[in-house]
């Protein structure tokens, strides 16, 4: 397919398994109490820094903002985009236990095995050893197997992001492993040079025309009323 096919693609796959589905998250899990583990010390405090007071509608939100508008759609975010790419025919599910997926490199034609994440700071400094690990197993079996692979076909592929956003700990990586962010992934993945920068654009314009249909307000209004008539509270 062509790129303006391929950005087509891919922005429905946005709105559809990114997007559309938080909302349905947001109004079928995280409006339900019984989808949180509650610090009962912490989401008193929360609740009167957001509603100067001890209230329902303040546990509410103290519980369901950090959850809807950080951890739940974050978390799911490079799943779905490691999904997206298995099913769109850009790469495989990679057989090799600690990568994610296998694409051809449409810059230099060589077999990838990448390990997908997020954004330039989304690794600990103790995530960086057990990563290399990963590299350097998928490297032994490699010789084992007699398969022609060297360090630059072991890549950390991040999917935002520019090279200068790195932090220190994928430049530790970098220094035995490529790490390929942003446009320069997209480009080896897509084979399309500009693809990242037209993909964001495209992005921009599809979330501005998007509906709210107020879903945000409708989930922390329905969990406020679960919990003023829940036991665990003791509002008087």
Same mark, same amino acid.
């Given at each position: 397919?062509?790129?303006?096919?391929?950005?087509?693609?891919?922005?429905?796959? /946005?709105?559809?398994?990114? /997007?559309e589905n938080h909302k349905k998250n947001v109004l079928e899990n995280h409006s339900k109490l019984k989808s949180y583990k509650i610090n009962p010390i912490l989401v008193k405090y929360l609740s009167k820094i957001l509603e100067d007071d001890f209230t329902p509608l303040g546990i509410a939100k103290a519980l369901y903002y950090p959850r809807v508008l950080g951890t739940s759609i974050n978390t799911s975010f490079g799943t779905r985009i490691q999904n997206m790419f298995v099913e769109l025919g850009l790469a495989n599910g990679s057989l090799i236990k600690g990568m994610d997926i296998e694409f051809i490199d449409k810059i230099d034609n060589r077999k990838k095995w990448c390990q997908l994440k997020s954004g330039p700071n989304t690794i600990n400094s103790e995530d960086v050893n057990p990563l290399l690990k990963k590299f350097s197993t998928v490297a032994n079996l490699a010789r084992t197997n007699s398969i022609n692979l060297n360090n630059s076909d072991l890549i950390l592929g991040v999917l935002y992001g520019e090279e200068s956003q790195l932090s220190q700990h994928y430049k530790r990586i970098d220094e035995k492993h490529p790490v390929i962010i942003g446009k320069e992934f997209w480009h080896r993945l897509t084979g399309y040079p500009n693809f990242y920068q037209k993909l964001v654009r495209e992005l921009d314009i599809l979330i501005l025309s998007l509906g709210n249909e107020d879903f945000f307000k409708r989930g922390y209004m329905a969990l406020a009323k679960e919990i003023e008539s829940s036991s665990s509270f003791d509002f008087s």
């Open positions: 397919m062509d790129e303006t096919q391929l950005l087509n693609i891919v922005k429905s796959y /946005f709105k559809e398994k990114i /997007f």
